[in-house]
């Protein structure tokens, strides 16, 4: 499955905003994809040696010009839970078969006047990706001498070469996975089992419902409190060796969340970071200011790597910081995604760049659907301003390379939405 963007969709609004909020858009859609496979006992991973030319070719947008042009993001590979993806690319002799494929149907315009965004199309230059072998130079870096090998360890030594493997799918017997497909009850997302129980066991709550309920907030209640057992809950399934939406990423993880907690009970309001690479915490720590508190929740649970920065009511700040939108206040907290952000582009090159946006995606897209799952709801905030969160936790200099602020995303009660009737989904 191939996806693309379409910048003059968001641009006309939005701007030179418009490019990352389309990666943001891919980030979710392969998220909602992968979410969707699951259940039906599938899988996907992305296709990440293929070059931006080759996708294009695949998609048949090769030659497209601006204003209305799709720019190529990806290529998805779907396969069966208890199979194994070992390639991470087209074979490059299929490519000239499409090259000369005869295209069908014009596109409809979107509008006939346009604006020129020349920041959006350098940017998109910029991040085009030529061909790669990383899974190549992993399977030869990771290869045993041709007599000691096995069938069986030969594909496990494939499984390890994904940094985030799916633990549970490759503990479920094949029956087990038709038992669960007859049953139409996939959870929202799997928790892997720790020193925290999930005392809601979303394993009963169907993934259908949960999908087809999700909105994003327009307003949220701020008397509203949060259970903090639903927050480290959630926060769990946001890493990735405890969730298989991640299985999808061939790299990082490379976002760690910054939270300002306002409602959410037995946790003192004020400024939070959650590490989701526990190995980065000195790093992270040399990075931001030195006054930081690093204080880790009485009630936390052991396994998080969840700490208290500041104790202060900073619910203003945060609505400030994203483009001053009240929501960011009034939700129970809201999150902002921090990236790896010097050390991927120097390791990758600058296609990584959107890469980094489409993890902050994924984590929003989960974000959404847990949020609907514990009677929440969520909302992604694309508008923010990076600089001055930047300088608010000390990330300045040269320092301030090291992360970047990508996504904003809130999570909390919503208030009822005047004037709107919600209907069902698909309704006939």
């Given at each position: 499955m191939g996806l693309?963007?379409?910048f003059w969709r968001?641009?006309?609004?939005?701007?030179?905003?418009?490019?990352?909020?389309?990666?943001?858009?891919?980030?979710?859609?392969?998220?909602?994809?992968?979410f969707a496979a699951a259940g039906l006992g599938w899988k996907t991973s992305l296709l990440l040696d293929m070059s931006s030319e080759d996708i294009a070719s695949l998609l048949g947008i090769s030659g497209e010009k601006v204003p209305e042009k799709q720019e190529?993001?990806?290529?998805?590979?779907?396969?069966?839970?208890?199979?194994?993806?070992?390639?991470?690319?087209?074979?490059?002799?299929?490519?000239?078969d499409f090259k000369n494929l005869s295209w069908k149907g014009v596109p409809n315009s979107l509008s006939p006047e346009h604006v020129e965004w020349v920041g959006i199309e350098d940017a998109a230059s910029a991040a085009q990706k030529k061909g790669t072998d990383y899974l190549d130079k992993r399977d030869k870096s990771n290869e045993k001498p041709k007599e000691e090998l096995k069938e069986e360890s030969n594909e496990k030594s494939k499984e390890e070469l994904k940094e985030k493997s799916n633990e549970e799918l490759k503990e479920k017997s094949n029956e087990e996975l038709k038992e669960e497909l007859k049953s139409n009850m996939q959870a929202a997302s799997s928790l892997k089992t720790s020193s925290f129980r999930n005392l809601l066991n979303l394993d009963t709550?169907?993934?259908?419902?949960?999908?087809?309920?999700?909105?994003?907030?327009?307003?949220?209640?701020?008397s509203a409190y949060l259970e903090d057992e639903i927050f480290y809950a959630m926060l769990q399934r946001t890493l990735p060796e405890n969730n298989p939406i991640f299985n999808s990423l061939a790299f990082g993880p490379f976002t760690h969340l910054l939270l300002f907690v306002n409602h959410v009970k037995d946790l003192l309001p004020g400024l939070y970071v959650f590490l989701r690479k526990p190995e980065e915490k000195d790093r992270f720590k040399a990075a931001i200011r030195p006054d930081f508190l690093w204080e880790k929740p009485k009630n936390c649970p052991s396994d998080l790597e969840f700490y208290l920065l500041m104790e202060e009511t900073l619910d203003s700040f945060a609505a400030q910081l994203s483009c001053k939108q009240r929501k960011a206040a009034d939700a129970c907290f809201t999150a902002c995604m921090l990236s790896e952000f010097e050390e991927p582009l120097k390791r990758f090159g600058a296609w990584i760049y959107p890469y980094l946006f489409w993890e902050c995606g994924i984590l929003g897209q989960l974000l959404y659907l847990e949020a609907e799952a514990y009677g929440l709801r969520g909302c992604g905030i694309g508008c923010f301003f990076d600089d001055p969160l930047h300088d608010a936790i000390g990330l300045?200099?040269?320092k301030g390379l090291e992360f970047q602020d990508l996504y904003h995303f809130a999570v909390g009660y919503p208030l009822p939405e005047i004037g709107v009737i919600t209907l069902p989904a698909y309704e006939k």
């Open positions: 693309s963007s379409i968001v641009s006309w609004k939005y701007g030179l905003r418009a490019f990352r909020y389309a990666q943001h858009d891919i980030g979710h859609a392969i998220a909602a994809l992968t190529p993001a990806c290529l998805i590979a779907v396969y069966p839970a208890e199979k194994t993806c070992t390639k991470s690319r087209v074979s490059s002799g299929v490519i000239p709550v169907p993934l259908r419902e949960v999908i087809r309920k999700r909105r994003s907030a327009i307003e949220m209640n701020n300045i200099g040269l």
